[in-house]
């Protein structure tokens, strides 16, 4: 990435706790105007890596610039960085008006500029002439969006968003990323959105960063990661995977030979780096599995065991002898609990990763941690 178009750059950002490790080795460049989201469990360092861009928490080692200025020591007020969190924090006895105009009363912006910014602002997230309620009058996705008013109406180069969808329920918050995404297009200010909801974060985000126990694991475009998890951890997160042990046969780049025990030889593509003779996780999504009569040439047979009807899609788990396989159909054709049936899928639905290591060095930290 070119550095002016560079909004934020991370290098090497460390943050222990003791001797628990929150953030390891972490490095990213966010360009200018990218919607960028951070995903990953509870606990995977998401929310630390956000407090430290906003200045609120210090890396133990590691480096964070801003447009190329170097952001440690800088106070967060100091920083060009604002933040919306999940808790709206207005001021109850403010109006919406003054609430949004908090910051640039602190500025000492002249009174007729503050008025028009606030209008437009509050035009912008959708809630023209409420400037004179107070928070209390207002829902709760009308109050986000005046804490998004509150922190877009200072014009910060970065804007970074804490669950900011959170509290809200499932009917809201959807509609709120779609006005979230109009107005990050709108302002073309960079925004960095931490959430535990992968859904959201792939409607909304140019691009993703996939966090586990610490580690940044994958940084690419929703599609990608999706179609290319860089692990078993990011495959699975990402919504649901089937994985099938296999045995590495011949390499050639990022093109695998492998054996899987019942099915026979497959070639697939997969994750760079991965040894000939080793073993390796063949990842097969659910939606590219197709069901059919047992016996018929197909990848494996098996049973049903479990069928859910959700409108569109028909979901069945499919107990084989290689463990049980979640399949998702279009519903078009029907099979019921128990009946016996083949699966079958494409070989270019496979995707090989590395087998998923049994601990990382940070899960053995956190648990001599709790221990
Ligand atoms: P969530 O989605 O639940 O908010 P997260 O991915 O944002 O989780 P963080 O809040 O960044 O996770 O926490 C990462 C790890 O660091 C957790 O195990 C947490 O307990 C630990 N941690 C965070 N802050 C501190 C602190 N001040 N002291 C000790 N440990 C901390």
Redesign the pocket.
Known sequence: MNDSKCAISLREVN?T??D?V??RDLSLNIADGEFFS?I????????????MLAGL?SPTSGSIEVHGKDMVGVPPYRRPINTVFQNYALFPHLTVGENVAFGLRERKTERREMARRVGEILELVHLPGKEKRRPRELSGGQQQRVALARALVLKPEVLLL??PLGALDLKLRRSMQGLMKEIQREVGITFVY???DQEEAFSMSSRIGI?NR?ILEQVDTPQAVYRRPASAFVADFVGASNHVTVEVLSVAGTRYRVAAPTIGTVDCDGVDGIASGSTAAMVVRPELISIVDSGTGASLSGTIRDVSYNGPTVDYLVETGLGTFAIKTDGQRLASIDSSVGITWPASACWLVPMPSELSANETS?EA?SA
């Open positions: 943050r706790f003791d628990f929150a953030v951070l990953g469990p509870s606990g995977c360092g998401k929310t630390t890596t956000l407090r928490d804490d669950e931490v959430t535990h966090m610490g956190e941690t």
